[in-house]
């Protein structure tokens, strides 16, 4: 594996353009440590380069460490590849700020950068693990430490497309503050599991249900936005234990069964065993 590069602390800076204080929504600007806004509130910039932008009594710590570790291995094996092309390819080729939500490492906001030259991005994430990968995943994207249900550190019409992949955020509670938050003509990506998704594994491990229709939900989450397009990416991976057990613990059933448990659960499991990966690439445009 390429050692990942040094943090740019440009990309931090470059996004003040677009952050604002979550405690008064004044602008933000660099002072030694952190970022300050005009009214006096300070925000620390972790050595590793992500600041915290969180407002009120959050308690939201995102995916730990394993979990974390699970999504990149999952991800560098390429069974994610095609949910990433469809993200990128709903990334408009004029677009100048991105906002990733809920975005982990940053895997596919830095993907998109790399497609996209002109583009700048910006992870939104509640997980200190992931902030610190993100911080490091593109010269161009700035890893911000915020809880996506308490508001996005982002001032109004700011951002020209927003992602929210596999992430929280949704629904009427998210929908009003992403409004805010979308330049006119701005598009918003979302990506939601299909209910057949890890269909094998969901069965035979009592693992979480995902509820059908959240397409549907997505499409209808931001009203009066336009749906360019609702997209079904699937396919079947043939993947060993291994993989297998990344696959469960990168979510949230890491947060209902322990690794060891899962382990012996899959022993007499063959090698390889079919997977469905099966996602909607939901592409939102406001008015
Ligand atoms: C399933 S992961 C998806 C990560 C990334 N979008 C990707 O596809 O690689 C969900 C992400 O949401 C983050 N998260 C969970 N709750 C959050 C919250 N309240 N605010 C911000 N991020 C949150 C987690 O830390 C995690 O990185
Ligand atoms: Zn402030």
Redesign the pocket.
């Known amino acids: 594996m390429t050692p990942a590069p040094p943090h740019d602390p440009d990309a931090l800076t470059a996004a003040l353009e677009i952050l604002e204080c979550p405690l008064c929504r004044e602008a933000l600007e660099r002072v030694d440590g952190g970022v300050r806004c005009e009214a006096g509130h300070h925000f620390d910039v972790a050595r590793q380069g992500y600041a915290s932008l969180r407002g009120g009594a959050?308690t939201?710590t995102?995916?730990t460490v394993p979990?974390?570790e699970a999504?990149e291995r999952v991800?560098a094996s390429g069974v994610?590849d095609a949910i990433a092309a469809a993200v990128v390819d709903a990334v408009p080729t004029d677009a100048r700020w991105l906002v990733?939500?809920?975005?982990?490492?940053g895997?596919?906001a830095a993907r998109a950068l790399v497609a996209r030259p002109a583009l700048r991005g910006v992870v939104?994430?509640?997980?200190v693990p992931?902030l610190r990968r993100a911080a490091r995943a593109h010269e161009r994207l700035a890893a911000v430490g915020?809880?996506?249900?308490?508001g996005i550190p982002v001032g109004d019409a700011g951002v020209d497309v927003a992602?929210?992949?596999?992430?929280?955020?949704g629904g009427e509670r998210g929908a009003a503050e992403l409004e805010r938050i979308l330049a006119p003509g701005a598009r918003v990506v979302i990506?939601v599991p299909e209910a057949d998704h890890h269909r094998e594994l969901v069965e035979a491990l009592g693992l979480l249900r995902v509820p059908a229709g959240k397409a549907e939900e997505a499409a209808a989450s931001i009203p009066g936005a336009r749906v360019v397009s609702s997209t079904r990416v699937s396919a079947v991976h043939e993947l060993g234990r291994e993989e297998l057990l990344d696959l469960v613990m990168?979510?949230?059933n890491a947060f209902h069964h322990d690794r060891s448990e899962l382990v012996d659960r899959l022993a007499g499991w063959p090698e390889p065993t079919p997977v469905t990966i099966a996602v909607s690439v939901v592409v939102l445009q406001v008015a």
Do not use: C, E, K, Y
């Open positions: 959050s939201a995102g995916d979990m974390v999504r991800q994610h990733d939500l809920g975005g982990g490492t895997w596919h939104l994430d509640a997980s992931a915020s809880d996506v249900w308490r992602l929210r992949v596999f992430a929280p955020g990506v990168m979510g949230p």
